[in-house]
């Protein structure tokens, strides 16, 4: 069941992170963060290029010391996907990685120091046609913004936002997108509705040390719904003390949900009940587990009995009903072929990659014949 999204978004400008279009009317970015130390380039990498593999747009790296940006250097040779430096205190730091390539700076302007420090990292970004990311964080707010609202407000997250807008507007430097992160949900959904109004640069989406996987999935699921409902957002980070691929992975998975991004499978599944005719939550466990390599957008509803599988599977892409003696496989909405329980997963699997198969092979086919 292919629908469009019924979501009206934001009219952003569209700057350029490395390949990446961002704003505009370019899909909706994921992005995520290495934990790695830095300096250790081979740990990095390898970081980076599982985060590939499960689909990431945008990789922003922390360059906390000039050590670390000769590191950057040697890992922006060796991957492709478009890399963010996280930037704080030192603007040779920066200077440095955007001489090595970088493709998005992100800095505070305000923590960098003088404005002859500012206005450097400024040009050199405008030289090398580099954007930048504004990042303000609740926990790290100004002192006298600290002062003037006794604590973390979402207007004190605006205000401190525009003080570094200003900062660029002054030097005619529009291409950067802006964050304004807290880890409480209301806070942070009231800031990014309130600056959305007010620039015209894309937004980057986050709710800030939401927590661990299962309550920072929540947190951060209900905090971007409500943005991504309201059509803010042009990129989003899914923050979670977890494998940062978990982070790509709920990241499509909420996009999914909108539909703004098809990104691999979109599982329909009944949660079970005693109408089962197979063991459901297994099935779709392996089924997650074996089948997370692949990228292709494909609808697959997994129902356990003949109640809602028979109007599930009609409307997906693929889809089992649960049935006795044995379950019904539908393709394409029609029943297909008869699949028993004894080596239901192992058949699930090889139908739904040969399907994916197909598709992939038609989508390069289409893009081959486009470039000719």
């Not at 963060?33 to 790296?61: F, K, P, S, Y």
């Not at 002062?147 to 205000?159: F, S």
């Not at 660029?168 to 802006?178: E, G, I």
């Not at 005719?277 to 697959?300: G, W, Y």
């Amino acid at each position: 069941m292919k629908l469009e999204s019924p979501i009206k978004r934001r009219k952003s400008r569209q700057i350029m992170v490395g390949n990446v279009p961002v704003g505009g009317d370019a899909p909706i970015a994921v992005q995520s963060m290495t934990n790695t130390e830095t300096c250790d380039v081979n740990a990095t990498v390898a970081q980076i290029e599982a985060l590939q593999l499960a689909g990431a747009d945008i990789v922003r790296v922390s360059v906390p010391s000039m050590d670390a940006a000769e590191a950057f250097g040697k890992i922006r040779q060796r991957v492709s996907l478009p890399l963010v430096a996280d930037i704080h205190f030192d603007h040779k730091i920066a200077l440095r990685v955007a001489e090595l390539g970088v493709d998005c700076l992100r800095i505070n302007p305000g923590n960098i120091g003088r404005e002859d420090r500012v206005s450097a990292v400024i040009q050199a970004a405008r030289d090398r046609g580099i954007p930048m990311r504004i990042g303000v964080n609740a926990g790290s707010l100004g002192k006298d913004l600290q002062r003037k609202y006794g604590e973390p407000t979402a207007d004190a997250l605006v205000e401190s936002a525009m003080r570094h807008v200003d900062i660029l507007d002054r030097y005619d430097f529009q291409d950067f997108k802006v964050s304004l992160k807290a880890s409480e949900v209301f806070m942070t959904v009231d800031a990014y509705r309130k600056i959305a109004g007010q620039i015209e640069q894309p937004l980057h989406l986050g709710i800030t040390e939401a927590g661990g996987f299962r309550s920072g999935t929540v947190k951060s699921s209900v905090g971007l719904g409500m943005l991504l409902m309201d059509g803010i957002g042009d990129t989003i980070r899914v923050s979670l003390a977890a494998d940062p691929v978990q982070e790509i992975k709920v990241g499509f998975d909420i996009l999914k949900s909108l539909r703004l991004r098809s990104h691999g499978i979109n599982f329909v599944a009944c949660p079970s009940c005693s109408r089962q005719n197979f063991d459901v939550i297994q099935t779709m466990n392996d089924l997650e587990a074996r089948l997370e390599d692949i990228n292709v957008p494909l609808d697959v509803a997994i129902i356990g009995c003949i109640v809602n599988g028979p109007g599930e599977a009609k409307v997906a892409d693929l889809g089992l009903t649960g049935g006795s003696p044995k379950n019904l496989f539908y393709a394409a909405g029609k029943p297909d072929q008869k699949l028993d329980n004894a080596t239901l997963t192992d058949d699930l699997e090889r139908l739904i990659r040969e399907e994916a198969a197909r598709r992939k092979e038609r989508e390069e086919s289409i893009i081959a014949k486009s470039g000719q």
